[in-house]
């Protein structure tokens, strides 16, 4: 039930949200399950990927303790910090961004997506 009612919400919010994709964090959580093979968000814990708690604000390619590509310790010698714009560049098109970058994802072909995965990484930053 709780899921029928949720993607029911989901499907109402890119309705209703386009052109302006508000943010749904909840909608969030369902597409993190992408990224959980890789990532934690909810603790600062590194696995195949780096801890994705507080990456709102951080320089690429910085978290302690995890062996970045060269390239994404590159990208953040050159200022790329994480915000709205970075990570939706980002996640929609990683190689394209990061040329170089050694994570194995494709990118999220849908925006709404991206806006409300954003969304859910914010509550776990500052
Ligand atoms: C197959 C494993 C894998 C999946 C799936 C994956 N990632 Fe990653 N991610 C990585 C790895 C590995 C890195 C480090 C990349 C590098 O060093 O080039 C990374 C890096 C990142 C970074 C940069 C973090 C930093 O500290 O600079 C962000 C942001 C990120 N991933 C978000 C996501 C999101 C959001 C998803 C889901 C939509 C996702 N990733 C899916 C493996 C993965």
């Known amino acids: 039930m709780r899921a029928?009612?949720?993607?029911?919400a989901s499907s109402a919010t890119i309705f209703l949200a386009s052109p302006s994709?508000?943010?749904d964090a909840a909608a969030g959580e369902k597409v993190f399950?992408?990224?959980k093979v890789c990532h934690i968000?909810?603790?600062d814990q590194n696995k195949v990927g780096p801890s994705l708690h507080?990456?709102?604000g951080r320089t690429a390619g910085t978290h302690p303790g995890f062996t970045y590509s060269?390239?994404?310790?590159e990208a953040g010698k050159s200022g790329i910090k994480w915000d709205e714009p970075t990570l939706?560049?980002?996640l929609q098109d990683p190689r394209g961004m990061?040329?170089?970058t050694k994570m194995a994802f494709p990118g999220l072909k849908n925006d709404q997506d991206v806006a409300n995965v954003i969304a859910y990484l914010k509550q776990f930053s500052k």
Do not use: H, S
Not at 4 to 8: Q, S, T, Y
Not at 70 to 73: I, Y
């Open 33 to 35: 399950t992408k990224c």
């Open 88 to 90: 939706t560049k980002y």
């Open 21 to 23: 994709r508000a943010q």
């Open 41 to 43: 968000a909810d603790q």
């Open 98 to 100: 990061v040329k170089g």
């Open 54 to 56: 507080g990456v709102i």
């Open 4 to 8: 029928i009612a949720l993607f029911i």
């Open 70 to 73: 060269m390239a994404m310790t």
